[in-house]
């Protein structure tokens, strides 16, 4: 019995289905729309609240969405049609929809109304003007401002300050007055620097340390063989070398500046000259001597140190005349003593 009757049944839905009443569809339509409306009353309320809180200056609302039309035959085989979807445009999504209420026909799925702008949406993006009457002008850079940090990283880097044009490098006086390599001497052998080098201050010679130039123009002294600066330098440099002219066991002496008159080189005596307070025998260096034997003659007998320095103050003399040093110079001695007193109280 239960069998037949769940055939009954299977077979009775099935004729449904099949052909269903003309009354079947209309009654599933309301009751579906109907039973979800329950659910959305609260929403709907506060739309509906909404919507008259609104100004009245609504725009016309848009045309309704045309409902969905099913034909009678498709209707008898297919299933009852779903909602309308709502149809929504680009640009009204930052709108609202409002009065829905007016529409009883969908009253369970939104629909694409005429739509306001609310207040409290965001505004439209801002717009740029090319108008400068209500804009500042943009800041210029100026002298004291050009390095500041306010500058703004849009503005162009502000023009490099005009300064005086740098230099060349210049190579400064070598070796240094006061360097070592200077007190150490004319190294043996080495060029004397020429004079129109120095005043152009080319090559690699050292620029002259005084501010006059020499008294007389150089002139080519040809040096007989074996008397160059490094024959000297092998002759005088000995610990041992003694070219004092004197004799060995005799110490320094003490030059008074008629005794120095006496050694002019002439005559068989040897010829002495003071530099900075120290006597030498110049005659053993007289063949060596670069700028010749005349030009050494002149500071024989005598102080030859301003004449020295006038003519080459680079030249390391003391170390070269070590061998010749004589002594020192001395003031001449204190006049004897007057007439006796007695005399003098004589004539009293
Ligand atoms: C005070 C008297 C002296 C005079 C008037 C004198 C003069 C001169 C002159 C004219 C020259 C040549 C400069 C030239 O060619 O441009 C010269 C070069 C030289 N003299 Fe004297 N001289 C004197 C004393 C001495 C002494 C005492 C020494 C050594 C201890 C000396 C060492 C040299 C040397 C090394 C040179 C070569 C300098 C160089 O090439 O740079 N002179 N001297």
Same mark, same amino acid.
């Given at each position: ?54 100004? $009245? ?64 949406? $965001? ?36 023009? $490099? ?52 130039? $020499? ?30 002219g004197v004799d060995a066991s005799t110490p320094y002496l003490r030059v008074t500046p008629s005794m120095l008159r006496r050694q002019t080189g002439r005559k ?9 307070g120290k006597v030498y025998n110049v005659t053993p260096y007289a063949k060596f001597h670069p700028g010749g034997i005349p030009e050494l003659m002149r500071g ?49």
């Open positions: 019995m239960g069998l037949i009757g769940l055939s009954l049944l299977v077979a009775s839905v099935v004729y449904v289905i099949i052909r269903p009443p003309s009354w079947l569809p209309s009654t599933l339509l309301s009751w579906l729309r109907r039973s979800p409306a329950t659910i959305s009353d609260a929403r709907r309320r506060d739309e509906q609240d909404q919507s008259k809180r609104t100004p $009245p200056t609504l725009p016309p609302p848009l045309a309704p969405a045309a409902p969905t039309m099913v034909e009678p035959h498709e209707a008898d085989r297919a299933a009852p049609p779903p909602p309308p979807i709502p149809t929504l445009t680009i640009g009204q999504l930052p709108f609202i929809a409002v009065g829905q209420d007016e529409e009883p026909e969908s009253p369970t799925t939104p629909k694409a109304k005429a739509m306001q702008p609310v207040a409290s949406m $965001p505004l439209p993006p801002p717009t740029f003007s090319l108008s400068t009457e209500s804009m500042p002008p943009p800041p210029r850079p100026t002298a004291s401002t050009s390095s500041s940090a306010s500058a703004s990283s849009m503005m162009p880097p502000p023009p $490099p300050r005009l300064s005086a044009p740098a230099r060349p490098p210049t190579l400064g006086q070598f070796p240094a007055a006061n360097s070592a390599q200077r007190a150490r001497g004319p190294v043996p052998n080495r060029g004397r620097p020429s004079s129109s080098s120095s005043i152009t201050g080319g090559g690699l010679a050292p620029p002259p340390t005084h501010t006059s130039m $020499p008294s007389k123009p150089s002139r080519q002294v040809t040096l007989e063989p074996g008397h160059s600066p490094l024959d000297w330098a092998r002759l005088s440099g000995g610990p041992s070398a003694d070219l004092r068989g005596k040897d010829a002495w000259m003071a530099l900075s024989a007998a005598r102080d030859g140190t301003r004449l020295f320095g006038e003519v080459h103050p680079w030249v390391n003399y003391e170390n070269m005349l070590t061998a010749c040093l004589v002594g020192i110079l001395v003031d001449e001695p204190e006049p004897s003593a007057g007439p006796p007193q007695s005399d003098m109280e004589a004539m009293d």
